[in-house]
């Protein structure tokens, strides 16, 4: 018979053990409690642009080993093929048709626009600092430039960067198609007259892009430094490769994929100096590192544009390279390594990362993400099977499982055709045909009937909201 002071010890060690996987599986790191978020979203990459995803030319060593650490999805889509309501649906885990953030009148904002994201839409940073944590934006924002929409008034404890795209604010200089053709030393930093900001105040214009990358990634280390002993959340987007491309002289020459490639290094390198704070500071444990990135490639831009490898098309389009992006999650104590090829959106951060956090989600709204968090930590499969493609306010396209149904084809920047109603639908199978070559509708109308089943539930309760992008001062 077992002795008493042994069961009890027993006993003891199981109910240790018991709680620790417990905290485990609600995002708790032993003693650290809740854990970290950085997002790392590069603006208008390719699907093909980075080593791990196939490019060969162009190193990402610090995002191969990311992938390689943690987990590389395949089907990991945005909500839009353009800047702003791609943001605006990460950052609050809704479809941007329900928010007025997207439009069919203009398709981002600009700096003359009027309207940015309501007041009435909660961001991933007001959830999270609902719980506790700091909060900080890094780099590109394009969800409003005036003083009431910027981050700091949208859940963010702090802001570092310029508030909208790279090539706005134009001045003077050669027009950048043409000066892309024959190499960056046509391109001024000071043809472009873009603000940076940091919290409400403009404190560099133009902003030196030839540093920006670098400077980004400086300010989310340090604001990771200041606050390494409570939780936080950094989202650090970049203004790049967005065009113009800029890089600091360090990297300039450096890729064989040319000025491109140079722009992606750094970015690259920014990453790999961040990974390497968070073990430094012993935080790496206990923090989940996101990196993706807006949209698709845009394409026009010949060399100067990115690649979305086998995919069709790029931004702008609803055709598969326009919004499926590279998504790799990084935490060695979190996240269970792997190849997913299961379907995932950056919605899903809202809601994933909620529940990791223990941050109760808003009742009063409908959110479009699901909770990845069983996929990330365990392998489960994710709860997301569908995807929706809106262009402006259009439902164009939609995916469920390995099927994909266009009812609407659009080119953009001049590139894959005019505007196209497609009655019957086109069909792809995009888990055999990745590249949308073999239209197989004729051959599944039962798979076209559950698509529209999906599609006709998803419009049952769907309320547009007032169109935020059209207004201009």
């Known amino acids: 018979m077992m002795h008493p002071k042994k069961i009890k010890s027993i006993l003891f060690l199981s109910t240790v053990f018991l709680l620790t996987n417990a905290a485990v599986i609600h995002g708790q790191n032993n003693d650290k409690g809740t854990p970290n978020f ?21 190193k990402t060593p610090n995002l191969d080993r990311m992938a390689y650490e943690g987990q590389k999805w395949t089907n990991f889509y945005v909500a839009a093929s353009v800047c702003t309501p791609s943001r605006a649906a990460l950052l609050t885990g809704r479809l941007t048709v329900r928010s007025g953030m997207s439009s069919n009148k203009t ?18 940073a007001e959830q999270l600092k609902k719980v506790g944590y700091s909060t900080a934006c890094i780099g590109k924002w394009h969800l409003g430039h005036k003083e009431q929409y910027l981050p700091t008034n949208n859940g963010f404890d702090y802001y570092f ?61 340090s604001f990771i430094k200041e606050n390494k002993d409570k939780p936080f959340f950094v ?18 020459g450096k890729s064989k994929r040319g000025l491109y490639g140079d722009v992606l290094e750094e970015i ?69 390594p792997g190849l997913v090829s299961d379907i995932g959106s950056t919605m899903d951060l809202f809601t994933t990362f909620s529940s990791l956090a223990e941050a109760e989600l808003p009742k009063d709204r409908i959110i479009d993400g699901k909770d990845l968090s069983q996929t990330l930590l365990n392998r489960k499969p994710s709860p997301r099977n569908s995807i929706l493609y809106y262009r402006g306010t259009d439902l164009y ?30 069909l792809f199978n995009v888990s055999q045909d990745a590249s949308e070559k073999f239209n197989i509708a004729a051959n599944h109308p039962e798979i076209l009937e559950q698509i529209n089943e999906l599609v006709k539930d998803h419009k049952s309760n769907l309320i547009k909201g007032k169109d935020q992008l059209a207004e201009r001062e």
Request: zero cysteines; proline letters at 6%; hydrophobic letters at 35%.
């Open 235 to 252: 989202y650090l987007a970049h203004n790049l490769p967005h065009i113009p491309l800029f890089a600091s002289k360090e990297f300039l």
């Open 268 to 336: 690259d390198h920014g990453v790999g100096k961040i990974m390497d704070v968070l073990k430094a500071e012993g935080l790496a444990e206990n923090t989940i590192v996101v990196f993706t990135s807006d949209n698709g490639p845009w394409l026009p831009f010949k060399t100067h544009g990115g690649s979305a490898g086998l995919l069709k098309a790029g931004k702008g389009t609803t055709w598969e390279g326009g919004m499926r992006e590279p998504g790799i999650f990084w935490g060695p104590g979190l996240i269970k």
């Open 38 to 58: 950085v997002i790392i979203f590069a603006d208008d990459l390719g699907y093909g642009d980075l080593g791990t995803y196939g490019n060969p030319t162009i």
């Open 397 to 426: 396209a939609a995916r469920l499982g390995d099927f994909k149904a266009h009812f609407i084809t659009q080119g953009a920047y001049g590139e894959f055709g005019e505007r196209e109603v497609h009655n019957p639908p086109l």
């Open 161 to 221: 960067g310029i508030p909208y795209s790279n090539d706005m604010d134009k001045i003077s200089g050669k027009e950048y198609k043409e000066a892309a053709k024959i190499g960056h030393s046509a391109i001024h930093t000071e043809d472009y007259n873009v603000p940076l900001i940091r919290n409400t105040k403009i404190i560099e214009r133009p902003a030196n892009q030839n540093t920006i990358t670098k400077r980004y990634a400086e300010e989310a280390i």
């Open 107 to 124: 398709r981002v904002l600009f700096p003359n626009s009027k309207n940015g994201l309501p007041a009435y839409e909660i961001t991933l």
